[in-house]
């Protein structure tokens, strides 16, 4: 049996090419200067690296990998050419911690049995990140400021959260009673810690979030309390699809005075104020049409937060509305690639549909908030947008996705016994 | 599109328009990797699972999951219509490469070779599991490969 990733070497002397004709474009347009040879250099060597430890590492699922590689290179460039050329180096950096973090993640999580039988611990890393939010971020914010670094913990609840919801149905099967009443104790776990995150999601004042941390609450539920006791059919999905219309609409009328004015405002009557961000957005990706100004030829990194809440908008006018697309399609691969190979346990099967609810609603919340589809929120888009307590959660995410296309069901012990069994009978 | 083709000497242009493809294609082939992968994938499961299927007068149940519901209800992965049988009647789970059985409080019980099980029992080759009128081999698969 082949024990390396299938098509390794071609697959990345592609994304090579890619990387090279992407940094070809950047030096053509903005000229040969030293930071233009520091992010050639860093894009190519972090390719090969990557490259080399993978194929020494991992046998299977190369497809997450690959697609990571791809994703983190662009992102680096684009990164590193809002406005014109300057190496990104700290979002460079962020981008080696997630593939790391992905890497490590999946190694942690690859046995459902056994990551499954770690949940009190997920429950205490949970609590632990909810308390830091209360007593550290100070002020109801969401940030802790350690003085050389902020860092965002409320996304390092997003991985930990997936953890919590997903469920096997070995656990749901076991019942216990009270006062007659059958319950499983993982639920209740897992709405309570839903119902705290809804609690300091309102007390960070942090409600973009909310919608990504419900979808992932939502498919949790679905999962152990519908999908054991009926089918997927139809008349089932639209009956889902109908409840979260009307989550949505409940929610809305009863959003806070500040999510009412961004629901109702008019961002071109208030240009200066409101719809500042918005209306730059908005007119960037208009300027960009289909193949962009060039890389560092757009206005757009002059407005606050162009790299992170509206970073879909800059790509477009810089790079152009096909590589804004593409973009986001090779980060919606990442969780599509699940189809490709579908996950063998149910526990894994659960961590893929909250990651790919994870991604879909952040990239969904970002680029209708960038398109005036919806009110801002602030959300980043997964490996693009600057921010490395983003980064690293996206990585964590990503390994889940990798376990569940190469799941591991046996654990040293069991090979172990495996191979005294066999020397028994022999 | 005419003033694209019009300034298309411009080599940047025509660099944007080939990063756009070449990506478009790189994530085809990874694509194509992937549909590779999965027959991997179902190689390596049928190793971990030992091949093992279920069979019952010539009908196979192949076992392409490491949690198998044994039930009356839609919902379970091998579905019986008995009476006898419970909704959720018994549930097979793979754990370090061993197949188990484990009874879910069904009314008819589960036996194995015969003896009602009450506490999860490690299945083996030629095992006869009994549920309701049902009975059912384990067997090895001759090698097939089994997607889920």
Known sequence: MNKRPVSHPILMFLILIAHSAMLLLVILTLGFSAEAVKLTCAVLAADFVGSMILSLVHRQACTVDMVLLLVLGM??????????????????IFGILAFIACQLSYLLVRNPIRAEKMKPFW???????VGAIFFLTGERGIWIDLGFITIQPSEFVKPVFVLICASSISTQLRKKTFLGIHYVPDNLAMLGCTAVIVVLQWWCRDLGSLPTFLAVAGFGIVFRFFYLREKMSLRFVIFLCACACVVCVVALKFAPDYVQDRLHSDIWADMEGHGYQQCHALTAIAEGGWFGKGAGGGLLHRVFASDTDIVFSSICEEWGLFSGILTV???????????TVPPRSYYHAGLAAGVASVFVVQMALNIFGSCNIIPFTGVTIPFISQGGSSMLSSGILAGFLKAAQAPVLTTKDGRKK????????? | MTEFFQNGQNLGELLSVFIVVFVDFCALMILLAAGRERKRGDEIWAKEAKGYMLSEHGTIYPLGAAEIIIGRHPSADIRFSDKEISRFHAILTLSDGRWHIEDL???SGTYVNGVRIKTPRTLHRDDEIRIGRRSLRVIKGNGKVVSQ
């Open chain 1, 418 to 426: 495996a191979a005294e069994r066999g020397k028994q009978s022999a």
């Open chain 1, 123 to 129: 429950y205490g890393a949970f609590f632990v990140l």
């Open chain 1, 75 to 92: 992102s680096t460039i684009y990164q590193s050419c809002f406005g014109g050329v300057h190496f990104a180096a700290k979002h460079y």
């Open chain 2, 105 to 107: 409080g069904s009314g």
């Open chain 1, 329 to 339: 399609v090779l980060v919606l691969f990442l969780p599509a690639s699940v189809l």
